[in-house]
């Protein structure tokens, strides 16, 4: 029997949660959250979470099970959002993953990788270079010996690019061939069926300050207002 997880991606405001919804209404399934912020508690009307209406009529994982503090990565995610997935397959549903943001979703696709050898001197020595002599240098670096890696990064992102650095010194491959090992072992076990939604920028924008005037409305300020009264540092992550 074919085990097919559902993506629906896209950009704020672009529908992702009412064509879930409808897809939803057509085969039996649950709704898995990819985007990082409606995992938090207290943040309903800013990180626009499903109405209550809606965690009614189809099961939601993934929403308001973390408190404001706490911390949360994607490599958290892949454990959670893939033991999630498979519960729902075990009563015969179908997950549709809805994001949100593209490194969790790269997360539970591709997998994290995480080597077990970690040469500590070798990355203290790439942080002083990366001081000394800036992201554009290291990145260059990652250039000669890993093109492949070094055209999915930015210099900017210096750690990812430090990270790939390391995999290469520390396994002899280059980080692309281990996600692509993890990759190909879970496009056995499951089949992904992707969908992106695209529209025009002028009636996006129009869409998302027309959701930011809802907002609003719905008490948006107070909400924050009322996370902050219950102690937590506006500098959190979530």
């Known amino acids: ?20 919804l409808k897809i939803s209404e057509l085969i039996p399934a649950e709704i898995i959250s990819a985007d990082s912020r409606q995992f938090y508690k ?51 549903k179908t997950p549709i993953v809805v994001g949100g943001s593209g ?12 080597t077990a050898d970690k040469d500590e001197e070798y990355r203290k020595e790439l942080l002083e270079k990366r001081k000394l002599l800036g992201n554009e240098f290291l990145y260059e670096e990652l250039k000669k010996v890993d093109p492949v890696s070094a055209a999915k ?5 210096w750690k990812r690019v430090i990270r790939a650095l390391e995999v290469l010194h520390t396994s002899g491959e280059p980080i692309w061939r281990h996600h692509q090992k993890q990759s190909t072992g879970k496009e056995k076990k499951y089949q992904f069926r992707q969908f992106g939604l695209k529209w025009d920028r002028k009636i996006l924008y129009e869409n998302i300050n027309n959701r930011v005037d809802e907002m609003i409305e719905r008490g948006f300020v107070e909400e924050v207002k009322n996370i902050l009264k219950m102690g937590y540092d506006k500098n959190l992550n979530s």
């Not at 009614?56 to 994607?74: C, M, R, T, W």
């Not at 490194?103 to 995480?114: M, N, Q, T």
């Not at 990064?153 to 992102?157: A, D, E, K, S, Y």
């Open 42 to 92: 207290y943040l309903d009307i800013g990180t626009a979470k499903p109405s209550k209406e809606h965690l009614q009529k189809v099961p939601h994982h993934l929403i308001g099970f973390l408190n404001p503090s706490e911390h949360y990565d994607a490599s958290l995610f892949e454990k959670d959002a893939g033991q999630c997935i498979e519960e729902i397959f075990n009563k015969y």
């Open 1 to 20: 029997m074919e085990r097919s997880i559902i993506f629906i991606v896209g950009p704020t405001c672009s529908g992702k949660t009412k064509l879930t």
């Open 153 to 157: 990064m930015l210099p900017q992102n």
């Open 103 to 114: 490194l969790y979703i790269k997360a539970l696709i591709d997998g994290i990788f995480e």
